[in-house]
């Protein structure tokens, strides 16, 4: 399992490495994708300038670490992290000060069923309120998964009575904040195994700009990410000291992520494999009692995520008198996924949602209708070898060479926008950004494969999960930010190069030595 994993995270990191090198997807105002190849010039650009941030993270650590004991080492570390996250809380304010976008897309919905939630008044919300069309009581039917996003968003408004409009983004950017403890929490428990390049995880950290751009963005995806990571961190340590408590605790909060978003999924499928992983190595050598814990662990774990969720969807279906039926069908997503779109390839596509919007309505079975044009998609696949290629090969970079991920348009950033320059000089960083960050990641795969340790699989386990899923459902760039974020403290691993010496043998020839 592990060997696969490894040759699986190298071939699929090396993949999206080649696609940021030769394209670049620019997305425009309309959320409309569009792919360019790179120039040569860019391309030396891009390359010049992840090696120049690999060699200042070098240079950096071994001058702020050479020559120092353990304990000095600890307190330097502590001070990084402290110094990370002042910069991290000034880069977010000051983002939040010059930059006040709508609210927009889903968070319109959820923040008014949050409100509705709040004030318990439906009368005044759920038969008025309608947004791209749809009223707000059928979205709450249609999209159930939302529902959970609005009760805590009510419960924070509950507990603090603040702006239902402010609260959520100052809530983005404490949880932003919480994201750089995370990392180096998960980094520190990388380096019982490993050694660390610390760094270079904090400047990776916070020139990954798209975190605190997206503090402005209303919905789970920042808190949801934060907590996910807190919950690897909790369940490495579990493994590590054999405590039940690393276990509840990684539980609790990946419950609440899952309530604030529903692809924290993939992180509790991650999580589960890394569990069985650690369950299954030296199975011979665990005790009966260290292997019951293991198992009632992972039944803690899925029975606290899923068992609240749905509690909370029965409560609000049965307060409002919702019919469980009428759901969104989740197979148009799959379909979404296989289809050329105003957008882009794989991207949401109004046509094909529109259907199952009308069938809420009319209360038609429109699944048989998904999966027929789902079979025919596959069969136009087989016998079209080379247009799937290019299919694919458009979405993924569409997803992951689109290099703003998003955070410029769901800013509201416009093309006459004052802030419009920000776009190219974002874009050609980030792309960069994420070529060093993904090369790094595959030169420590290569290197320590045959000291891979389970944490390390359950880092990349975790990246494989979301671009495997986003193949199969509707994807946007903004989805696999996760993704690319729980790579940071695998990349901060130190590489085992050296520069090249010549190193003289005797009189007669010299050899290079890596």
């Known amino acids: 399992?592990?060997?696969?994993?490894?040759?699986?995270?190298?071939?699929?990191?090396?993949?999206?490495?080649?696609?940021?090198?030769?394209?670049?997807?620019?997305?425009?105002?309309?959320?409309?994708?569009?792919?360019?190849?790179?120039?040569?010039?860019?391309?030396?650009?891009?390359?010049?300038?992840?090696?120049?941030?690999?060699?200042?993270?070098?240079?950096?650590?071994?001058?702020?670490?050479?020559?120092?004991?353990?304990?000095?080492?600890?307190?330097?570390?502590?001070?990084?992290?402290?110094?990370?996250?002042?910069?991290?809380?000034?880069?977010?304010?000051?983002?939040?000060?010059f930059v006040r976008p709508g609210i927009v897309a889903d968070s319109v919905h959820v923040l008014n069923l949050a409100q509705t939630f709040y004030e318990n008044n439906p009368d005044r919300y759920l038969p008025n309120l309608t947004y791209a069309g749809i009223p707000l009581i059928q979205y709450m039917q249609a999209y159930p998964h939302q529902i959970t996003l609005a009760f805590v968003y009510n419960m924070l408004?509950?507990?603090?009575?603040?702006?239902?409009?402010?609260?959520?983004?100052?809530?983005?950017?404490?949880?932003?904040l919480l994201i750089i403890l995370a990392l180096y929490k998960i980094t520190k428990q990388l380096s019982k195994d490993y050694k660390m390049n610390n760094t270079r995880m904090f400047i990776l950290i916070l020139t990954f700009f798209t975190i605190p751009m997206l503090a402005t963005f209303m919905y789970g995806d920042i808190p949801a990410l934060s907590l996910s990571l807190f919950s690897i961190y909790f369940m490495m340590k579990f493994t590590d000291t054999k405590q039940v408590r690393y276990g509840v605790f990684a539980s609790i909060l990946t419950m609440i992520a899952y309530l604030m978003r529903m692809n924290t999924l993939i992180f509790v499928i991650a999580t589960v494999i890394y569990l069985l992983l650690n369950l299954f190595k030296e199975f011979k050598a665990k005790a009966v009692k260290e292997k019951l814990i293991n198992v009632a662990v992972i039944a803690m774990f899925l029975i606290v995520i899923f068992v609240p969720s749905s509690l909370v969807k029965t409560y609000y279906f049965s307060k409002y008198n919702l019919e469980k039926g009428k759901t969104y069908p989740s197979i148009s997503y799959i379909l979404m996924a296989m289809e050329e779109g105003p957008r882009a390839n794989g991207w949401y596509?109004?046509?094909?949602?529109?259907?199952?919007?009308?069938?809420?309505?009319?209360?038609?079975?429109?699944?048989?209708?998904?999966?027929?044009?789902?079979?025919?998609?596959?069969?136009?696949?087989?016998?079209?070898?080379?247009?799937?290629?290019?299919?694919?090969?458009?979405?993924?970079?569409?997803?992951?060479?689109?290099?703003?991920?998003?955070?410029?348009?769901?800013?509201?950033?416009?093309?006459?926008?004052?802030?419009?320059?920000?776009?190219?000089?974002?874009?050609?960083?980030?792309?960069?950004?994420?070529?060093?960050?993904?090369?790094?990641a595959i030169i420590v795969l290569i290197q320590n494969r045959k000291k891979l340790t389970i944490e390390l699989i359950f880092l990349v386990t975790i990246f494989l999960g979301g671009f495997c899923f986003h193949i199969l459902w509707e994807a946007k760039s903004r989805y696999i930010i996760p993704y690319i974020v729980t790579l940071i403290p695998v990349a901060s691993i130190m590489l085992n190069i050296k520069p090249w010496k010549i190193k003289k043998l005797n009189s007669w020839h010299t050899t290079i030595v890596w």
């Open 157 to 176: 408004f509950c507990v603090l009575h603040c702006d239902l409009i402010i609260l959520p983004r100052i809530f983005n950017v404490f949880f932003n």
């Open 1 to 97: 399992m592990k060997k696969l994993i490894q040759i699986l995270g190298i071939v699929v990191l090396a993949i999206v490495v080649i696609l940021n090198i030769v394209y670049t997807a620019d997305m425009n105002s309309g959320e409309q994708i569009s792919i360019n190849f790179n120039s040569f010039i860019y391309i030396i650009g891009l390359i010049i300038t992840a090696i120049l941030i690999y060699f200042i993270t070098e240079v950096i650590n071994k001058h702020l670490y050479n020559g120092i004991n353990e304990e000095k080492k600890r307190k330097l570390r502590k001070w990084m992290v402290a110094i990370a996250i002042v910069l991290y809380l000034i880069l977010n304010v000051v983002w939040l000060i």
């Open 349 to 440: 596509n109004e046509s094909i949602a529109e259907p199952a919007l009308r069938s809420l309505k009319t209360g038609e079975n429109i699944s048989d209708e998904y999966k027929e044009k789902i079979k025919d998609r596959l069969e136009y696949f087989a016998k079209h070898p080379t247009y799937t290629v290019d299919f694919y090969r458009q979405k993924l970079t569409t997803t992951w060479a689109e290099s703003t991920y998003s955070a410029i348009f769901n800013n509201g950033i416009t093309e006459e926008s004052n802030l419009s320059w920000i776009k190219s000089p974002l874009t050609f960083y980030q792309k960069a950004w994420i070529i060093l960050t993904f090369t790094l």
